[in-house]
Structure formats: structure tokens, C-alpha cells
RNA sequence: GGGCAGUUAGCUCAGCUGGAAGAGCAUUUCCCUUACAAGGAAGAGGUCGCGGGUUCAAAUCCUGCACUGCCCACCA
């Protein structure tokens, strides 16, 4: 087998991604002699294209399925895509600006139409773009937020809310974007500061020459004035409650009112109350019976005001109200005012509250139960901390408007019984699959459906269920069977939006959460901590980086950053740190598999023979339990520095390297001996890897057992402890040695190629026979020729020192040996050992520890304190042996 | 206003059930030692944001404070 000496990521990749998908390795068939574990993907936009963001949450998904698989679960992980409401439309509705039309030219059926082709183009790009990144999921089971199945879905979620009566028509007070040109429900509203002024208006009494001065952000809304509100304990304002006052610019009696919400501290301590276009006003005016009077309409235009200011655009409006004030000498002074003011999330239009007929839905028991379902840890968060803010914001949830005026979406299904000519009549109104045949009230057949559609959060929120066919069949097998999903994994901006409402429908619909885990990932941002984005132009495509370094590359770079809950910085460097383990990898088993030419086939028994064989079980096992830990906390940021820790430093730096003398020898029954090994820590390797980087791994794995099941179906075998843990300790000795011996070399600047011999005066007679044992490896890796071991040896004035744990070690330097040098050398390690010697006998020196530190504590400080010691001793006699 | 997270080597970050400070990148020296120069060996570089406290012992626990970031809030 050819191997190239670089890894070549572009072939096997390709190979690798198709073989999954023909080989349906990732579809998930029913088992009921298997434990399910289950993702659904958070179904990105239709619209949209493969973005960092996605990358890391498609990996770490990805990761965790694997990982499940190899453990011999029966993994499901769903793909699947949104339709994406507003978003979507906002993208079709530009298209058409170019081509200088607006929907309303094409009418709505017309304009879906033409929405529907466009995602016929455009739609997979995405679901491809998983493929490419290696993502195990189950391609038949693709699914689409606005499918049929996922249409019944909706509307059986809407039928079934408003038949309980949770779903209600009404008209409120809601966030407007009149860009959009609909109701947005309150957390698709964005909120950033802005740069105003507070107008400080005076309100004249009736009948009096006394007034109250307000102080406002919106003096244009002064027109839809109902009341001005003080706090109940404000002793400035007490004998005013009640009061007339006359609304300045309209002369329009308005009360003053007393409600607890005013804070006497702020402003003028008096608050103009506009009820239709401000919800803390809003709920003054209900607390206090306060009429509403709308004065923007949804489109932003002025009505109900006088003349002059009818049909005014809110900021025109405001410079004239503003003008008429001052000349009217109502306008006390302007100042300087920071204030956040709501934008549209799809399109950062300031959104206008205003008063509309809107659906909504009551969900205070679902958030209850929602609630409950946290508390019970039946739902649980990864990083913990998620919990809080989550379960606060259930519990301060108000209803949801779950209507919007746009085209793209779910269509309420509500049906109106209407006359012959098209008139609404008194009838209730109808929630149905179907339109209704008959009215139940007065047997009217013609009905007309409601205009509005659907939050696209609604149908998301059924996600879970509706991707199981819960539209179709609400006792599905594959409900009963993989429902409750395992975890879900997402970015912690979506929490509130999806999370939350998942687990609101999961509980109402099926009485489950929809996940046991949650896992919340971070933010990818780039080198200089922003998020990436187009508009800011600092986004990184991750094809980009496929390109340029290959997919497992980017993978293993996503997965180190992925620390729970954290956002990260990734850039360049990231990536290419990750393509050189990539080589890293590909090239130790490139050394295997060369040296596997002409071997006969190896047993599946490992027979570990010497040291290093029984060091590295023990470490396998060791990394392994360790992976396994934190793969099961969703830590894919350990898992992947510990196996990037075992598999380059002990495994190549160490394992291979001294397998190499086994490698070189005569004897080919002591290179299969080592091979074998070599090629079990390799398999076990892969395998714990194959979840982070499955393109290499599957290939190297296919190459090194050409006839068995591939990577992703093999089953992680079980490991039981070697019990070679003391193998660890010794090979730690020999570790010692052989890095004690380099550092000598090289400072004393002797080739690392030159051969030469060693004295080892032994002061442990333990480790002498380790070492003696092991000489072999301490030649092979300190580049020895001969290990002389005696006790009391003389150095000589050409040698030079180290003092390794159980030995001091004479390097005999003939005509290499700068004196002076040596001796300042030294001089450095003794003054390095000196220290040593205060730290610790300042320690037991100190009564409470001695008397209250744990007697191993104890003891190690102790050894540590006789090594030091040791070492000064000896290079001492060094030093006054070389004067 | 409330909540959460962060502050450790030049940079990006681990370590935080308390017992001698770690990795990658960058950097210095040596080495093209046939798996890998996308590599190997060795080194330099840190009073772990600041102040208190608990403890024999604190990067790690508690408590203030500062700064940074994010989220929530009826900031007129």
C-alpha cells in the first residue's frame, strides 16, 4: 500500500462522504434490541448557506453521534431545513425589487409561487454543504419545516391550542416593523442604544396656571396622550392626582393619574402616558382604566391627530410637534438622552408599538411545565449555567403573538363563515385541516381562511415531534421509539427563541421534553473576538478552510475551541495547527503500514513483551477513560487536546520511537511483536479520534484492515484494565533518563547524532535495575553507545554532569568538554536546587503542616527535599572535583 | 437596574472536586536521525486582574472591587 508522504485530504474526503450516503451508514432503522440515541439538527434557513456558526454545530453533533455509534447505540441524527418566515420572504422580495416589482404586483399566490421555485434552486445548497463536512445524518429522513408532514404538524398544534382555548385572538399592543409590514413577538425584537433627547414638555392644568412638566423620548406620541402618570408617593405631585390637564397642541382633557410603576426619581417624575403606543403605558392605562388612542398606524403615518399632523411620518411628525411646542412656549428644555430603542431582528427597521388584532398564545402553563422539566433536571444544560436565565425567562413570559402579516409561512387555519358576498359573519370562528363544509352556527357554507400565517418559530418549536410524523400519526413508532431526543445541541443565541418554545411543545403535545441534554455551544468569532458576519466582512468560509487545509482540519480545530458555553477566536493559525496533526497522524500509520510490508498477518491477540509495550496499554486505557468522560459531558474540547496529547507525544514521540529498535532488528518475530502493538494502540486511536476527524481515520482504518467493517461501524471494544499501571512509573524513570541526558547534550552543544558512552553511578539500586532493564531504550533515544552502571565511579575532568532521579550520570566528553562552561552550567543547577532545598524544609519546618497536612503530603515533600538535597551533594563533589 | 460569563506565557486558550503553573502558535539553539522539516531534540518566556478572608497549603474555595463581553428589563 502506497501511501503519500503528505496527507491528501481532497480524494479521500470525496470518497469518504459519498460512501456514508450510498451506504446509508447513517440511516437509523427501529431496534428494539439497541438503546436509541437521537439528535435532530436545528434546521437551518432554506435560504441559507454554511457559515462558521453552522460548522461548529453541525461537527459537534456529528462528534457526539459518532461517538454514540461506536458505543453500539442506534444513533438517529435528523437533517432538515426551515423555511424561515420573514427572512426567506425579505430575500425572494428583494430579488424582485430588482427586477422592479414589488408581491403585491404578483399577488399572493403568484408571489408563493414564485417563493417556492426560488427555494427549489437555491434550497440544498446547505444540506449539501453538511454532506461535504462529513455529518452523519440520516438522509431519508430529510425534513422541511414546511413540508407536507410538518404542515399537519402545525396545523394539528393549532387546532389542538385553540380547541383548548390557548389561542386567542385579540387586539394588543405589539411590536410593529412596517418595513416588514408585521407583528413580530417580543424576542424578535432587538434592542441597542441610541443617541436622543429628552424633551421636557409642560402640561398645563385646566382652569389653573399650574402644570406638570414631563419629560419624553417620543413627543410626537404626546397626540395620543391619555393621562400623566406620577408615583403614588411623590409628595410633589399628590394634591395633582386626579386632576385636568390640558393635552398642549390639542387642548384635549387628559387626568392625572398615580400608578407605582413611575419612579419619582427619574426625569420630572411625571410620565406622559400613551397606552397605544407603549407597553409600560400600556399596562399603566389598564391599571387605571385609561382610554387608548391609537395615533401611528402601521405604517408609520400619523391618524387620529389634528389636521396639520395627519398622515405625517412618525419622525416628521416629531419635528413639527417638536416646532409647535417651542412656539408655544411648552417646550422647557431638551436634553442629551442615550436610549435603547427596538429594531427588527430580520431587518433593524425601528419597531413602532402599536395596537393590532393579532393571535396570541397563552403559555403559562406550558412555560410551567417547561419550568418544572429544568428544576427536575429532566432537562438539563450544558454548561449548567444556561439554567438560569432560562427558567427566568419562562417564568416572565408573556403570551405570544404568534400571527404575522406576511405571505411566506404556515396559514392560520381559521376558517370565517362569510356571506354570499364575502361579508364576516357573526359566527365562531372555525379551526380546521380543511375548509369547513358546513358552519356549525348557521350552516353557511362559504367560509374564507385568516390572511395572517404563522411565527416560522411556531413550526420549529414542533421540530422534535414533526420530524417523527407526529403531524400524521401522533402514536408513530418511531415517536414511541426515538422520542425524547438525547441532547440537542445549538448556540446559546437561539435559546429563548427555540429552545424554550421545543421544550413548551414537547411537554403540552407528548408529556416529554424534547431532550434530555442540552448542549450550548459558543459563538465562532474571528482573530480579533468579533463575530463574524457578512456585513461586517469578516466571516470565514469554512469551504475556504476545507480548501486550503481539509475538513478533518477544520473539524479538529472547531472541536479543541469548543470549551462548553464559551465563544471562540479561531483563525488561521487554528486551523493549520490542526492539518499538522492531521499529517501527524497520517504519517505515524504511513510507518506502520511500511513497515507491515511482507509481515504475515499479525494475531488479534497483543502480546505485550517489554516496557514500553505495557506503558503504552496502560496509557490507551487511561486516555480512554479519559475521552470517554468528557465525551459523555459534551467536553469536545478535553476530548480532543487529550487525544491529540496521547497520540503525538506518547504514542509518536515515545512509542514509535522506541519501537524502532524492534523495527530495525534481524529478528522479524520481535518486529511482529511490536507491530502488533503498534497497530492495536493505533486501531484504538483511530477509533476515539474517528468522531473529531472521520475522513483520515476511516481511510487509515480501511487501509490497515482491508476486509472488516469500516470505522463508523465498528464498536469501541471493551477495555479492561491491563493492569500494567506500574509500568507507568518505571517508564517514567526511564523518561527521566533519556531527557536528562538530552538537555545535557544539548547544552553542552554535542550533535544529537554522535554516539557516545555514559557512566551511570547509581544511588538507587530500584532504578538501576529499571534502567538496566531498559538500556536499550536509553541508548536508542539519548544517542548512547554504552551504559556503564557502578557505584562510587569517578567522573573525569572531561565529563560532563546530570543528576537524574536514582543516578548522577557522567557523560565522558573527551576534547568536547569546555571546563569553565560545565562549571556555570552547574552553578545553575545548583542554585536551581538550593531553592528547592528552602521551599520544602520551610514547609516541614512548619509545625501545622506537619501536624494537619495529609501524611502522603507529607512524605512527597520529604523526597522531594532528599532529591534536592541529593543533587546538591553531588554536584558539589562535581564542582570541587573540577575546582 | 438585574443576571451570566471572562480576566493564567507575546497571541489563542486549557487547568478550578485546593497540594511543585500547561498546550498550540510565535520565539531561541541544535538536527534534512528514512513515518512526518506540516518533523525531531532542548531552551527562554507567567508574583494565574486587584484587595480582603478561609486553610498547614489557594490560579483553584468565600467575599469585595475593577475592567471586558453577552443576555434580560415597562431606561418616561
Redesign the pocket.
Known sequence: MD?E?????KEVEKKWSEYWIENKTFSAKIDKNKKPFTIVIPPANVTGSLHMGHALNATLQDIVIRFKKLQGYNTLWVPGTDHGGIATQNVVEKLLKKEGITKYDLGRDKFLERMRQWINEAGDAILEQLKMIGCGLDWDRVAFTMDESRSKAVKKAFIDLFDKGLIYKGKRLVNWCSRCGTALS??E???D?EKSN??HIKYPLKDSDEYII?????PETLLGDTAV???PDDDRYANLVGKTLKLPLSGREIKVASDY????????????V?PAH????N??AKRNNLETIEVVDINGKMINVPEKYLGLSVEDARKEVVKDLEEAEFLIKVED?????GRCYRCSTKIEPLMSEQWFLNVGEMSKKAVDAANEAKTVFH????K??YV??LE???DWCISRQIWWGHRIPVYYCVSEKGKRKDCKPIASFERPKECPCCKGDKFVQDEDVLDTWFSSALWPISVFGWGENENSEDLKYFYPTSVLATG??I???WVARMAQFGLEFMKDAPYKDIFIH??V?D???K?MSKSLGNAVDPRDIIEK??TD?LRFALA??A?P???????D??F?????????????????L??LEGIDKLDEEIKPCELADEWIIAEVENTFAKAQAAYDTY?I??VS?EL??FF??K????Y??LS?IR??SPDVSLKRQALSILVYILKRALQLLSPVMPFITSEIWQILNKDEKIIAESVFPKIKTSGFAESLEKMRTVQDI??KI??L???M?????VQIEALFNVLDDNKEKTAKENEGYIKQ?A?ISSIQFGKNIERSKNSALAVASGFEIFLPLEGLIDIEKEKARLAKEIALAKR?VE??TA?LS?????????K??VE??Q??LN??ALKIEKIDESLKFLG
Not at 576 to 592: C, D, Q, V
Not at 846 to 854: L, V
Open positions: 501511501m508522504k503528505v496527507y491528501n485530504s417580543d424576542i425584537v432587538e434592542y442604544d429628552l424633551w414631563v419629560a419624553t423620548t417620543r402618570a406620577v408615583s410603576i413611575v419612579d419619582k426619581s427619574f426625569g420630572t417624575g411625571a410620565v406622559k400613551t407603549d407597553a409600560a403605558d399596562e399603566i438622552y442615550n436610549h435603547s430603542v454548561p449548567h449555567s444556561w438560569k436565565p427566568l425567562w416572565n413570559l408573556r446559546h443565541e435559546i429563548y427563541l459558543g459563538i468569532r482573530k480579533r473576538g463575530k487545509y481539509g482540519s479543541q475551541a470549551v458555553g464559551r465563544d471562540m477566536q479561531i483563525s493559525e487554528s493549520l495547527s490542526a492539518r499538522n496533526f492531521a499529517n501527524k497522524i497520517w504519517n505515524a500509520a504511513r510507518f506502520i511500511m513497515n467536553n474540547d478535553a487536546r491529540y496529547d503525538w507525544t504514542y509518536c514521540d515515545w514509535i520511537e524502532k523495527m530495525t533519556i531527557i538530552r538537555t547534550r544539548s547544552e552543544n554535542i550533535s544529537p547524532v533515544l544517542k528547592e521551599r520544602t514547609k512548619n509545625e501545622s503542616f506537619m501536624k494537619r497536612a495529609p502522603a503530603e512527597k515533600i523526597a522531594r532529591d534536592a
